[in-house]
């Protein structure tokens, strides 16, 4: 039994589809990076998942039960900005959010606070609270109720890089808990280091649905970034406009380019015919924000 399956989910505004006929099963125990730019869908269809909202088309199982369902308490969710009473302090939040359901105990939420590295913090008052102190307590109340599945939607957005890596420890000690993760970001560096599974969504379609490591490799087996530095930077700049190549000038004069992986080697002959004394031409390892966006960008197809 699959732990989140979505079968054709479709949400339509009017004539918009915000997400199009999107399909995926994740197993038990699996952490999962929900990606793509800003309006591609992610949230709205978290949202279905969630069961704060019901899909135009398609439908949804949780834990094999289908959504909307009573098993919402197995399901911890953090969708959008988390919102609190802003005149209670964090505990009194968390007690107040247990309360409604029953059978947290006061522990429980300390351990919780602490979990998230709030057990300073929470005696304030949430309205004195930093955006990043709002996500950790979110997601705190996210896992009050000892949830078998995460939904999470940017839970890191306003923390800084430490808090960031503090998020991704505490993910990964949920996940080996057999806790089923779906998080969604557009930050790529941040699923990164997290996820070994992305599914990729870009205009409601979700384009890629696999191994990160081999969206990787397939994006970069289509093209490559180059680094080339020319004792003529002007005539590396004019060979490159002629040949019709797009480049992004760094500095120093140094200049980057992006070209299919195949043709590497000719254009570089041909920029050594046009005249131009190359220093250096190097292949640069991209990271998986500029290969995601190149990925986007050249056709916007699944790879
Ligand atoms: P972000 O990273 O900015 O949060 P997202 O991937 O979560 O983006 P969604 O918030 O799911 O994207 O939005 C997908 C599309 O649906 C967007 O074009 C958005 O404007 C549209 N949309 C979302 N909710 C509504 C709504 N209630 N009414 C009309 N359009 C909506």
Same mark, same amino acid.
């Given at each position: *039994?699959?732990?989140?399956?979505? @079968? ?24 999962? !990076? ?23 088309? !398609? ?26 009473? &802003?005149? *209670?302090?964090?505990?009194? /939040?968390?007690? %107040?959010?247990?309360?409604? %359901? ?5 522990? %429980?939420?300390?351990? *919780? ?9 929470? /005696? ?7 955006? !990043? *102190?709002?996500?950790?307590? &979110? ?14 939607? =940017? ?18 000690? $949920? ?5 089923? $993760?779906?998080?969604?970001? %557009? #930050? ?30 397939? #994006? ?23 040949? /019709? ?13 992006? $070209? ?12 050594? @015919?046009?005249?131009?004394?190359? #220093? ?6 991209? /990271?998986?924000? &500029? ?6 960008? =050249? ?5």
């Amino acid at each position: *039994m699959s732990a989140i399956s979505a @079968q054709n989910l479709t949400k339509r505004y009017g004539k918009k589809h915000a997400v199009d006929g999107i399909s995926f099963d994740i197993e038990q125990g699996e952490i999962v !990076g929900f990606l793509g730019p800003n309006g591609a869908g992610k949230t709205t269809t978290l949202r279905m998942l969630a069961g704060l909202i019901k899909p135009s088309k !398609g439908s949804s199982t949780i834990l094999g039960k289908k959504v909307p369902s009573s098993s919402l308490l197995e399901v911890g969710t953090m969708i959008e900005e988390p919102s609190f009473y &802003g005149y *209670m302090t964090g505990r009194d /939040n968390l007690r %107040h959010a247990a309360k409604m %359901h029953g059978g947290v105990s006061d522990k %429980h939420i300390d351990e *919780m606070l602490s979990f998230v590295s709030m057990d300073q913090a929470s /005696n304030k008052r949430v309205r004195a609270y930093s955006q !990043g *102190m709002r996500q950790r307590l &979110g997601l705190a109340r996210a896992l009050l109720w000892r949830p078998k599945v995460l939904l999470l939607d =940017e839970p890191t957005n306003g923390l800084d890089p430490v808090g960031i890596a503090e998020i991704r420890e505490n993910l990964r000690t $949920i996940a080996h808990e057999g806790v089923t $993760i779906l998080i969604s970001s %557009h #930050i790529l560096a941040e699923l990164e280091k997290l996820v070994e599974r992305i599914l990729a969504v870009e205009r409601g379609k979700l384009l890629y649905d696999g191994p990160l490591q081999q969206m990787l490799k397939r #994006i970069d087996e289509k093209t490559v970034t180059y680094f080339l530095d020319a004792l003529n930077p002007d005539a590396l700049k004019y060979a490159l406009s002629h040949l /019709n190549i797009d480049f992004q000038s760094l500095d120093g004069g140094a200049i980057q380019v992006v $070209i299919p992986q195949n043709d590497a080697a000719s254009v570089i002959s041909r920029l050594i @015919q046009e005249g131009v004394q190359l #220093i250096e031409a190097r292949r640069i390892t991209d /990271n998986l924000e &500029g290969a995601y966006l190149r990925l986007l960008k =050249e056709d916007g197809r699944p790879v």
